[in-house]
């Protein structure tokens, strides 16, 4: 099962839809379900799918090196990819996180689809809650 917040799912698809033709792919970050101000019927430790770093935010280093600067290490271990022409299943190529979520056009919620790192098709969760505001110390 995976968890994601309508909020951050709204968000990715409305980046996927902006930037057809191209495909998008995106560093998920999770928030555990205990930390949320709302009560989630999920164990405290549940991870959900919160935040997403940039894609332009480690640079050309990622795109000499293969090296992700741009996310803070020990985290992403999910990630959001669209198929601009489909298909909505993972491919080899996305398949590097534990977690991917995949979108396709007409890019609204029911063409969204989990997988894990074996392709298999994982249960897919949108929950209406938001995360607990973060601040800057």
Same mark, same amino acid.
């Given at each position: 099962?995976?968890?994601?917040?309508?909020?951050?799912?709204?968000?990715?698809?409305?980046?996927?839809?902006?930037?057809?033709?191209?495909? *998008?792919?995106? =560093?998920?970050?999770? &928030? /555990? !379900? $205990?930390?949320?101000?709302?009560?989630?019927?999920?164990?405290?430790?549940? +991870?959900?799918?919160?935040?997403?770093?940039?894609?332009?935010?480690?640079?050309?280093?990622?795109? *000499?090196?293969? =090296?992700?600067?741009? &996310? /803070? !290490? $020990?985290?992403?271990?999910?990630?959001?990819?669209?198929?601009?022409?489909? +298909?909505?299943?993972?491919?080899?190529?996305?398949?590097?996180?534990?977690?991917?979520?995949?979108? *396709?056009?007409?890019?609204?919620?029911?063409?969204? !689809?989990?997988?894990?790192?074996?392709?298999?098709?994982?249960?897919?969760?949108?929950?209406?809650?938001?995360?607990?505001?973060?601040?800057?110390?």
């Amino acid at each position: 099962m995976v968890y994601i917040t309508r909020g951050l799912l709204d968000a990715l698809l409305e980046m996927a839809e902006a930037e057809e033709p191209s495909s *998008v792919s995106v =560093v998920l970050a999770s &928030t /555990p !379900a $205990g930390e949320f101000e709302s009560e989630l019927a999920l164990d405290d430790d549940t +991870p959900v799918l919160t935040h997403f770093y940039f894609p332009d935010a480690s640079g050309s280093v990622a795109a *000499v090196f293969g =090296v992700d600067l741009g &996310t /803070p !290490a $020990g985290r992403g271990r999910a990630r959001f990819v669209s198929h601009p022409q489909g +298909p909505l299943e993972a491919t080899r190529e996305d398949t590097f996180a534990a977690a991917v979520v995949v979108a *396709v056009p007409p890019w609204d919620r029911s063409s969204c !689809a989990a997988f894990d790192r074996n392709d298999r098709e994982l249960d897919l969760d949108v929950l209406d809650s938001e995360p607990p505001q973060e601040t800057l110390q």
